[in-house]
Antibody, heavy 122, light 110 residues
Framework: EVQLLESGGGLVQPGGSLRLSCAASGFTFSSYAMTWVRQAPGKGLEWVSTISGTGDRTYNADSVKGRFTISRDNSKNTLSLQMTSLRAEDTAVYYC???????????????WGQGTMVTVSS | QSALTQPASVSGSPGQSITISCTGTSSDVGGHNVVSWYQQHPGKAPKLMIYEVNKRPSGVSNRFSGSKSGNTASLTISGLQAEDEADYYC??????????FGGGTKVTVL
C-alpha cells in the first residue's frame, strides 16, 4: 500500500525552529518529486515546497523562501522540511504529498499523508 | 503567487448538477493544462478528484468532470449526492516552477 506518514509537528515559539519528516512506503520514492502543502486552521491549501526525485532541485513559495528548507534521504525513503524563523502565520497542518506522475512534480498529488500540526505561539 | 479565485460556496439538491469555477491568469490556469481538483472532508487529507484538467484517477466517480476555457477551469459534479458535501480546491502549475491553489469552495447538498 502506498503510504505517507508525517511526524515532527508541535508547539514552537515565534522565531523558533522545527523539523518535519515524512516517511514514504509502497512506491519507488526516489523516482518522484515530493511536496509539502500546508493548511492554516479554517483556511485553504497552500503549496510550500517541492523537491526533485534526486534532491538536486528545490522550489519554494515566496512565503517561506529563506526560512524553510526541503530535503530528502532516498536511502531512507524520507522527506524533510526544516523550518526556521517561524511566525504565527506558519501555524498550520503540514501535509506531504506524492505526485501522480514521475514526469512532473508540480502536477497533481494522488497520495497525501495524514498531516502534522505545527503551532507557532508564545 | 496569487491564489486562484473560487466561489466561497455552491449548493444544490440531491440529483442536481453543480459547477465550481476556478479563475486564474495566463501564467497559471490559462497557460498550462495542469489543473487539478481536490475534495476535502472535515479533518481529512485532500483527495484528488481531477488532474490535468479533465482526467479522473482510478476509483473516482464519473459524476465528477473537469474542463477549462481560457483562464478559467471548472469542476462539475452531476447527480449530486450527500457524500459530495465537502470543500473543493483547484490547483494549477504556474510559471517559474510554482504551484498555486484556489481559496476553496464549500459544497452544500440541500
Amino acid at each position: 500500500e502506498v503510504q505517507l506518514l508525517e511526524s515532527g509537528g508541535g508547539l514552537v515559539q515565534p522565531g523558533g525552529s522545527l523539523r518535519l519528516s515524512c516517511a514514504a512506503s509502497g512506491f519507488t520514492f526516489s523516482s518522484y518529486a515530493m511536496t509539502w502543502v500546508r493548511q492554516a486552521p479554517g483556511k485553504g491549501l497552500e503549496w510550500v515546497s517541492t523537491i526533485s526525485g534526486t534532491g538536486d532541485r528545490t522550489y519554494n513559495a515566496d512565503s517561506v523562501k529563506g526560512r524553510f528548507t526541503i530535503s530528502r534521504d532516498n536511502s531512507k525513503n524520507t522527506l524533510s522540511l526544516q523550518m526556521t524563523s517561524l511566525r504565527a502565520e506558519d501555524t498550520a497542518v503540514y501535509y506531504c504529498a506524492k505526485p501522480v506522475s514521475v514526469a512532473n512534480g508540480l502536477d497533481a498529488f494522488d497520495i497525501w499523508g495524514q498531516g502534522t500540526m505545527v503551532t507557532v505561539s508564545s | 503567487q496569487s491564489a486562484l479565485t473560487q466561489p466561497a460556496s455552491v449548493s444544490g439538491s440531491p440529483g442536481q448538477s453543480i459547477t465550481i469555477s476556478c479563475t486564474g491568469t495566463s501564467s497559471d490556469v490559462g497557460g498550462h493544462n495542469v489543473v487539478s481538483w481536490y475534495q476535502q472532508h472535515p479533518g481529512k487529507a485532500p483527495k484528488l478528484m481531477i488532474y490535468e484538467v479533465n482526467k479522473r484517477p482510478s476509483g473516482v466517480s464519473n459524476r465528477f468532470s473537469g474542463s477549462k476555457s481560457g483562464n478559467t477551469a471548472s469542476l462539475t459534479i452531476s447527480g449530486l449526492q450527500a457524500e459530495d458535501e465537502a470543500d473543493y480546491y483547484c490547483s494549477s502549475y504556474a510559471s517559474s516552477s510554482t504551484l498555486v491553489f484556489g481559496g476553496g469552495t464549500k459544497v452544500t447538498v440541500l
